[in-house]
């Protein structure tokens, strides 16, 4: 591979609730993990803001093993599970400096960017970041605040099916296939039907739930030792779980029980608490019997997108694809089997459980790097000759004109012809992960219309014209909101809002003249709305903000704020 191609690298990175990683194509064209600096292939996703040596200074951040380890003994300093709280106003302050979602999941980015230079000596620029397929508006643009605040240029956001699918589906020689990928990690679920058709991923449906991953099996057991722990000592079970260093100390000892669960049918635990300590044993069939409605909530999304997909014509599904750490546990196994082996075609699997979504992404960037090196010498090739003869490009130069880049770019990258050609027609569609819509009022009370309904394919674009419905008014208000219903209208109740955009109308604008919105939806998820005044001509164009999320400034400065602590 020639040093250019190398310098513009496009690495995959799997930002997780609970573990992140980050991987590459080799010079072999295959996807690799890097490890970090532990030699461990996944990074535990958790800060540790250490004290500060002197008054006024910022202490160390420590990401990783060290600071999930440290919350034994020092809970308040620790910051985990923040994927959970993307999009949203959640803070926390630590030393006088306040923390959001964004700057946390820096945190995290700069650490697997520092590791990869540290271990593997590369310099991590150009990134695909995943995120979870039903992620909305809000939490989309924060994990690109996050990744943009730990100076890394995110070229895309791409759903984790997707990513799991691009992996899967470029590295089989089967033809096209249907599979329907289940992603239980640490802390989010999302279940997606995708279809793999010569070479091209394509998501079916897909829906999920973003406060249901394996951290929920944990808090059921820590409040299962908990209250074992009260009963055998005495103790009050709400003081236990109400004393933060017992507290992580036990959820430190939940997820080694769980795990411990996946390979023997009991584990036995020491709990100490105030001069108290006593052994608690928990079983696998007790932790199954408390943990089941969880498991049910899975099953109910993932006949829901059998279901959906049969409406949109997909009613054969080749494969069951189990993807996220929490797939692991052998209940999740036993369900799918019991539930779903007779839909799928093939054995359902684990499907490099830990690594499939890094591995999809830097695939992903492969093809996005390659495809747009094609373009740019297509380009080249066809500017030369229109400067050459002064004609227009016909169908067939343009043809000939890429296939001539198709085989430089594989000079370039040391790559087969047949693989550039083959990677320059992939393309990955998703489809919406929820509604968006805009106030108006139906029959005189406000409701949201959807522009675009979920599970509508992206990028997508809507427009529609609506009445003003005063006479004179300076001003109309175009509140946009998101909801989950897939239907036109829904109700504000059941709508949340993303962001807000006022539009000056003329003076004397009469009751009934007619407003144009316009919604656009990106391939990200990335909503942006125009508005236009019909009888004027006047328009409106709104990017908007998350309603919790940060400004370009704030951007910048939290980036300049971060850029000086040391990571470890």
Excluded at 226 to 241: H, Q, R, V
Excluded at 317 to 329: E, P
Excluded at 385 to 398: F, I, L, T, Y
Excluded at 552 to 558: D, N, P, R, V, W
């Amino acid at each position: 591979m020639s040093d250019s191609t190398e310098k513009k690298r496009v690495y995959g990175i799997d930002l997780g609730t609970t573990y992140s990683a980050i991987a590459y194509i080799n010079d072999d064209g295959k996807p690799e993990i890097i490890p970090n600096s532990d030699n461990e292939r996944i990074t535990p996703s958790v800060v540790f803001f250490e004290e500060p040596s002197e008054e006024g200074k910022v202490g160390n951040v420590i990401v990783g093993k060290i600071a999930k380890e440290s919350a034994r003994t020092d809970a308040e300093r620790v910051i985990s599970f923040v994927k959970q709280e993307m999009g949203t106003s959640w803070t926390k302050e630590i030393d006088g400096i306040t923390l959001n979602p964004e700057k946390v999941s820096s945190y995290i980015l700069k650490r697997l960017a520092k590791d990869a230079k540290d271990t593997a000596g590369h310099d991590v620029k150009d990134v695909i970041i995943t995120c979870p397929a039903y992620f909305g508006d809000a939490e989309r643009k924060a994990t690109i605040a996050a990744g943009q605040i730990a100076g890394l240029n995110v070229l895309q956001l791409l759903d984790e099916p997707v990513a799991a699918a691009m992996h899967y589906g470029l590295n089989k020689s089967e033809g096209d296939r249907t599979a329907i990928v289940y992603d239980l990690g640490g802390g989010t679920f999302d279940v997606t039907v995708v279809a793999i058709e010569k070479g091209n991923v394509r998501v079916v449906c897909t829906d999920g739930n973003h406060r249901l991953g394996g951290k929920n099996w944990d808090e059921r057991i820590v409040e299962y030792f908990a209250t074992k722990f009260a009963e055998a000592s005495g103790t009050d079970k709400d003081a236990i779980l109400g004393d933060a260093d017992t507290l992580y100390d036990l959820q430190l000892q939940a997820e080694i029980a769980k795990q411990a669960l996946s390979l023997r049918t009991s584990h036995k635990v020491s709990i100490a608490f105030e001069g108290n300590r006593e052994r608690v044993e928990i079983t696998r069939e007790a932790f199954d019997e408390m943990t089941k409605d969880l498991l049910d909530q899975t099953v109910d999304l993932t006949q829901k997108m059998f279901d959906l997909a049969a409406t949109k014509g997909v009613t054969k599904i080749n494969d069951f694809l189990l993807v996220g750490g929490s797939t692991r546990m052998p209940q999740v196994m036993e369900m799918v089997k019991e539930k779903f082996a007779s839909m799928v075609d093939n054995e359902p699997r684990p499907f490099e459980v830990d690594e499939a979504v890094a591995t999809g992404a830097a695939t992903f960037g492969l093809v996005k790097t390659i495809q747009e090196k094609v373009e740019e010498k297509k380009n080249d090739i066809l500017n030369a000759q229109g400067a050459q003869d002064g004609k227009p490009v016909s169908a067939e130069d343009a043809q000939k004109a890429e296939e001539q880049a198709i085989r430089d770019v594989a000079d370039d990258c040391a790559l087969p012809v047949e693989t550039v050609s083959g990677i320059n027609g992939v393309k990955a569609t998703t489809v919406a992960s929820r509604s968006y819509g805009i106030r108006v009022l139906k029959a005189g009370s406000p409701v949201v219309y959807n522009m675009i309904v979920k599970q509508d394919v992206v990028p997508a674009v809507f427009e529609r014209e609506f009445p003003v419905s005063e006479d004179n008014a300076a001003k109309l208000p175009l509140q946009v909101f998101s909801n989950n219903i897939m239907e036109k209208v829904a109700s504000l109740d059941d709508s949340t809002t993303v962001g807000d955009a006022v539009m000056e109308l003329e003076p004397g604008t009469p009751k009934g003249a007619m407003i144009r919105i316009k919604f656009t939806l990106t391939e990200e998820g990335v909503l942006s709305l125009d508005a236009t005044d019909v009888t004027h001509g006047k328009p409106v164009h709104a990017e908007f903000e998350a309603k919790d999320g940060l400004s370009k400034e704030q951007i910048e400065a939290a980036r300049k704020e971060t850029a000086d602590l040391v990571i470890g």
